[in-house]
């Protein structure tokens, strides 16, 4: 793949995607988006790959936000089309079946914010900001933020992040539960691999079955969520993988997961 926007490291069990704009704090233009539609595509098949790491080039930016220069021509149409397109990459990402770990590096602002929302896990560093400032450009969120965001944090703190357009920092972000974990720049990259170790070390199916349910939880109501909670647990139980997790545990060794 012939890529201008990103960086493409597949290691063993573990991919690393880097939006790769750091003379432009790493902003979304289309190709990066076209990039990253291609990639996860190509990643969602591709049974060397168990986890991601997404991260931005540089030790200032995540990303800070959709590319402002791409959106002055938008107008009632074209903006709605802008959006869903938008939305589809990065609803790509949240159902890819594979865990995808944020490692937010530095600003993750707009569409910035809105990617790390549609990864499963988010690690930041110290330095980070997060913010939806699109109403300082007449906007609202438009890649699944407005969704998102109140799902993870609550409807009060996100309406008052997408309100206001304030930054927050890493520790207040923590605080508030929209990140993970926060760590020192130097330590997020190592963090976020041995994370993305420990969950490829896992059975595959279990994690497979774990993103769906958990996934499940932004739309439907409990009762819908339990059944299909109990039928996902059904295909766990129908694996080897569930016969080599419980046999290893009993007999008191490492399980040996072959993801079938
Ligand atoms: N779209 C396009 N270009 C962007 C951008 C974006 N979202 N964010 C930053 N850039 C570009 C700047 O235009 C500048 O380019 P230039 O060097 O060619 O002039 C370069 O990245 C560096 O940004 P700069 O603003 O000079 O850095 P800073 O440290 O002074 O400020 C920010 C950093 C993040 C506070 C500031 O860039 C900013 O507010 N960006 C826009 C954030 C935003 O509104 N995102 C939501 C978009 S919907």
Same mark, same amino acid.
């Given at each position: 793949?012939?890529?201008?926007?990103?960086?493409?490291?597949?290691?063993?069990?573990?991919?690393?995607?880097?939006?790769?704009?750091?003379?432009?704090?790493?902003?979304?233009?289309?190709?990066?988006?076209?990039?990253?539609?291609?990639?996860?595509?190509? %990643?969602? *098949?591709?049974?060397? $790959? #168990?986890?991601?790491?997404?991260?931005?080039? =540089?030790?200032?930016?995540? +990303?800070?936000?959709?590319?402002?220069?791409?959106?002055?021509?938008?107008?009632?149409?074209?903006?709605?089309?802008?959006?869903?397109?938008?939305?589809?990459?990065?609803?790509?990402?949240?159902?890819?079946?594979?865990?995808?770990?944020?490692?937010?590096?530095?600003?993750?602002?707009?569409?910035?914010?809105?990617?790390?929302?549609?990864?499963?896990?988010?690690?930041?560093?110290?330095?980070?900001?997060?913010?939806?400032?699109?109403?300082?450009?007449?906007?609202?969120?438009?890649?699944?933020?407005?969704?998102?965001?109140?799902?993870?944090?609550?409807?009060?703190?996100?309406?008052?992040? %997408?309100? *206001?357009?304030?930054? $927050? #920092?890493?520790?207040?972000?923590?605080?508030? =539960?929209?990140?993970?974990? +926060?760590?020192?720049?130097?330590?997020?990259?190592?963090?976020?691999?041995?994370?993305?170790?420990?969950?490829?070390?896992?059975?595959?199916?279990?994690?497979?079955?774990?993103?769906?349910?958990?996934?499940?939880?932004?739309?439907?109501?409990?009762?819908?969520?339990?059944?299909?909670?109990?039928?996902?647990?059904?295909?766990?139980?129908?694996?080897?993988?569930?016969?080599?997790?419980?046999?290893?545990?009993?007999?008191?060794?490492?399980?040996?997961?072959?993801?079938?």
């Amino acid at each position: 793949m012939n890529l201008q926007t990103l960086l493409f490291e597949p290691r063993e069990k573990v991919a690393t995607v880097t939006i790769n704009r750091p003379d432009k704090l790493n902003a979304l233009n289309a190709q990066a988006k076209a990039e990253l539609r291609d990639v996860f595509t190509q %990643i969602k *098949t591709d049974s060397n $790959i #168990d986890v991601v790491i997404l991260t931005g080039a =540089g030790e200032k930016a995540f +990303v800070a936000g959709t590319d402002i220069q791409e959106l002055t021509a938008l107008n009632a149409e074209s903006g709605k089309e802008f959006s869903s397109k938008g939305q589809e990459v990065f609803d790509l990402i949240e159902n890819l079946g594979k865990p995808v770990i944020a490692a937010v590096n530095g600003y993750a602002l707009g569409g910035g914010c809105e990617l790390a929302l549609a990864c499963h896990i988010r690690i930041a560093s110290e330095n980070a900001k997060f913010g939806q400032p699109e109403v300082n450009l007449g906007i609202i969120p438009g890649y699944g933020g407005t969704q998102r965001l109140a799902r993870l944090i609550g409807r009060g703190r996100a309406m008052e992040m %997408i309100l *206001t357009g304030n930054q $927050i #920092d890493a520790a207040e972000a923590l605080r508030i =539960g929209l990140v993970n974990k +926060v760590v020192p720049l130097t330590e997020l990259l190592p963090t976020a691999l041995s994370m993305a170790q420990l969950l490829a070390s896992k059975g595959q199916i279990a994690i497979r079955m774990a993103l769906k349910a958990v996934n499940m939880t932004q739309e439907a109501t409990l009762s819908d969520g339990q059944k299909l909670e109990a039928s996902l647990f059904g295909v766990c139980c129908d694996s080897e993988d569930f016969k080599e997790g419980t046999t290893a545990f009993l007999e008191k060794r490492k399980p040996a997961f072959k993801n079938k």
